[in-house]
């Protein structure tokens, strides 16, 4: 479950990374936008662009805490909070032949884990084989959706973030390892079919000491398909968990030390908590459509489960959006639901006060471990300049009652909530 961090807000690296962060967007918003347009060219073969959002949230109560994804901390009881989506991107492009190529791409923003290492995104050379093939070694991407390559930068889509039912699950954002892929023109359309492999790491907020996530391997394929104003894509992807916390190592070893007289489920259950060698399926499809007037898109995706503590999941969200002017009224329905209810742990046969807090801990994981909410969101997108966009949207969320797992907190959610998100952003691209 994902609780607050109380030392993080002071070190001086974040403190660092928050100021940057104000004072580079506001440079951004004061400076001409067409001067911008004319430095980001530093040689014939070198490109620098870059990305940007200021953006103010207010969210949660006493018992949730918002959060956009789980490598941040939460922001409860109504707090405006600029963590949650500000950032700033900067992109180097350097060509070396029109065959090869080298990309790196850096992300400062919020997040449990705030080194340098983490902070990269992408770092990769690409070589174009030909008019169809190309390879892809180093820190790309995960590709599992339609806004893989383009989820932190604010100005490529119309909300004010990704759907959180549908993209807050996934909790690794680039892989380093290889991908190939395949383009070629049919008829009218475009087709792409990518393949990828390689190890991911992250670290998520949920304790005073950050969680550290490895996994390996992964691996994926996904199709797409591009055709006039719609586009269509489908994608598989399976990993392997590499890790396991400090907290579910306590647990299972006092599970361990349990004589099954005392308790006879306590053996079973210290191998049912156990992550390492976990193997989880990820599959998503999604269409696009998109018009001078309407613009519409939804994507369905679905979490097959091998830990016995996190249910399988099914996810999916639909946006519409018209245009007026320079306005792009939109509304989005989201869902995230897990498909069986949380594991139910049986008590200790003693009443013994260490058996007891093993088993409310182990009880715990299986109460924060569900998903279960649905979101309802408005907004509007004002395009102020050709690479500025002003957002607003509001978010009713209902929450049902063990079903908190995209939320950050402290202790088991046992009712149902309903929480309302205020999000007011500005997105660049430079």
Do not use: C
Request: hydrophobic share 40%; no cysteine; net charge negative.
């Amino acid at each position: 479950m994902a609780q607050e961090l109380p030392g993080f807000a002071n070190n001086g690296y974040m403190m660092f990374l928050r100021n940057l962060l104000f004072h580079l967007s506001t440079f951004l918003l004061l400076v001409p936008l067409q001067l911008l347009a004319d430095t980001h060219r530093l040689s014939d073969h070198i490109n620098l662009s870059g990305f940007a959002t200021f953006g103010l949230v207010q969210s949660g109560d006493e018992d949730l805490g918002f959060v956009r994804d789980l490598t941040r901390e939460g922001t409860f009881d109504e707090d405006i909070s600029f963590k949650q989506d500000s950032l700033v991107g900067l992109q180097l492009d350097s060509h070396f032949s029109p065959d090869l190529s080298a990309t790196v791409q850096l992300v400062l923003r919020d997040r449990a884990d705030d080194s340098l290492g983490e902070s990269i995104e992408w770092a990769f050379l690409r070589y174009q084989l030909d008019d169809e093939w190309s390879f892809r070694f180093g820190r790309t991407v995960v590709d599992l959706f339609s806004l893989s390559d383009y989820r932190n930068v604010g100005f490529a889509y119309l909300w004010a973030r990704p759907p959180v039912e549908f993209y807050g699950p996934v909790i690794f954002n680039h892989i380093d390892g290889i991908d190939v892929t395949y383009s070629k023109i049919l008829s009218e359309s475009y087709l792409t079919i990518k393949f990828f492999a390689g190890k991911a790491e992250n670290y998520l907020a949920n304790s005073e000491e950050q969680e550290e996530i490895e996994i390996n391997p992964i691996y994926g394929i996904n199709a797409s398909m591009d055709y006039g104003n719609w586009s269509s894509r489908i994608g598989l992807a399976s990993v392997s968990l590499d890790s396991q916390s400090d907290f579910l190592n306590q647990l299972i070893g006092g599970l361990n030390t349990v004589p099954s007289f005392a308790w006879p489920e306590a053996g079973q259950l210290a191998q049912d908590l156990s992550t390492l060698d976990t193997d989880f399926s990820y599959f998503s499809i999604g269409s696009t459509y998109d018009s001078e007037l309407w613009i519409f898109q939804t994507e369905l995706g679905y979490i097959d489960s091998d830990y016995e503590f996190f249910p399988d999941v099914v996810s999916a969200y639909f946006s519409l959006g018209f245009r007026h002017n320079n306005v792009t009224y939109y509304g989005v329905l989201s869902a995230a639901e897990s498909t069986e209810d949380a594991k139910q742990v049986n008590p200790p046969l003693f009443p013994d006060p260490s058996l007891n807090s093993l088993y409310l801990g182990t009880q715990a994981v299986s109460d924060t471990s569900s998903i279960e909410q649905t979101t309802f969101s408005l907004g509007a997108r004002w395009d102020l300049y050709p690479n500025m966009a002003l957002k607003v949207q509001l978010d009713h969320t209902e929450v049902d009652a063990f079903g908190s797992y995209l939320w950050s907190v402290s202790q088991p959610l046992t009712e149902d909530k309903s929480i309302n998100t205020l999000s007011v952003n500005v997105n660049l691209v430079f």
